[in-house]
C-alpha cells in the first residue's frame, strides 16, 4: 500500500486509541523505504510522543521488567520507557520497531503487550496506539519468522515504493531540487535494491535523503562530490545523479521564466524535469509572500509550453500537492486546463 495511504490508515488507527476501538499494526517492508517515518510523522501530525522500542536490541526482562521482593510476594519494576499517563500524557504512539529482529523470547514478551495491552500490572494508557515495523525474510537483514500467535495480534500492511509520494515528502522537507528533478527523470532509482548480490549502498528513500545532505556539505568540493554519492546511493546511481547535476548549466534561467521572457522548453528530457522541480520549489518557497499568485501564475503559463503535455500535467500536480488548493484560485490554471484538455488528471 503507497504512504499517503498509509498515513490516513494510522491516523484513524491512532485515533481509534483515544475511542476505545483501536487494532495494532504491522508495517513490512524492506530497509530504507521509510517505515519508520511513516510512524514518526503521526506524533508529527498530531502533536503527540512517539516512544520507540527496538525490540531487536532487548532481552525480555528489559521489555517485562525486573522481578523484585515485596514483603513475601515477587513484583515487577514496570520498564520507565513504556508509557505512563504522568511522564509522557494520555495520548501517543508506541512503536514497536525491528520486531522481525527480535529473539523469539522478545517476541513472546511482546504477546500479551500487543493484544492485551498489558504486562502483568502494568497497562498502556486507553489513548496509546500500538504500531510495529519490520524488514521482511527476504531482505536480507536479521529476520525471524513472525510467530503465527504474535502476527495475528496485528493488522499487516506491506509499504509499496511510490514516486509521487515522496516526491510530495520531499519538497515538504526541503530535499534539494535537483534530487527530486532526476528522480522524476529516473524512477526506477528511488528503490533498487536486489538481496541476492547484497550491495552495501544501494538507491531507497533513506539513502537519497544521504544523498541530500552530501550535495549540501560537497557541493563545493567537486573532486569528492562524486565519491560522497556514491557512498550513499551506490556506484551507479552516483554516476547517474553527478552527470545529471553537471548538465544542469545547460537549464534556462529560471528567473526569466518567472519573469515570462522564456517561452520554449529544453529538448532534453532530463532538462525538463529539472526545470519542473525547480520551479514547483520557487512556488513553495513563495507560497506566503505577496508574490505567490504572480509565481503560481508563471509557472502555470510554462507548464503549456512543454511538447509533452504529460510532462505540463506532472508540474502541476506536484504543484497542486506542494501549495494546496491555492493554486485553483489563479487565473493562470484554468487557462492551462483548456490547454490539456484531453489529458485525464489523476492524484
Known sequence: MRPAHLSTILDKEYL?????HHTPVMLWGPPGIGKSDIINQIGTRNDVPVIDIRLSQMEPSDLRGIPFRNDNLVEWA????LPNVERHGETGVLFLDEITSAVPSVSAAAYQ???????????????WAIFAAGNRQGDRGVSYTMPAPLANRFAHFE????????VSWAYQNNIDERIIGFLRFRPELLFDFDPAHNPVA?????????????????????NLLLGTLQACVGPSAGIELKAFI???????????ILRGEVSTAPKEIDLQY???????????????????????????DYAKVFQAKEMGVMLVSDLLRAIGDDIFAVPEFNQWAESIGDIMLYD
Do not use: C
Open 113 to 127: 503487550l500487543i493484544l492485551d495491552r498489558r504486562l502483568g500490572e502494568y497497562e498502556v494508557p486507553k489513548g
Open 274 to 300: 529539472a526545470i519542473a522541480a525547480a520551479l514547483v520549489g520557487r512556488a513553495i518557497r513563495a507560497k506566503d509572500s505577496d508574490q505567490s499568485g504572480r509565481i503560481t501564475g508563471k509557472i502555470l
Open 202 to 222: 544501494f538507491p531507497s528513500p533513506r539513502s537519497w535523503e544521504f544523498a541530500h545532505r552530501a550535495l549540501i556539505k560537497f557541493q563545493d568540493l567537486p
Open 78 to 81: 514496570t520498564p520507565a520507557m
Open 16 to 20: 481509534g486509541a483515544k475511542q476505545g
Open 246 to 256: 553537471d548538465s544542469l548549466d545547460q537549464m534556462p534561467d529560471l528567473d526569466a
Open 159 to 166: 509499504v509499496a515504493i511510490n514516486l509521487d509520494d515522496w
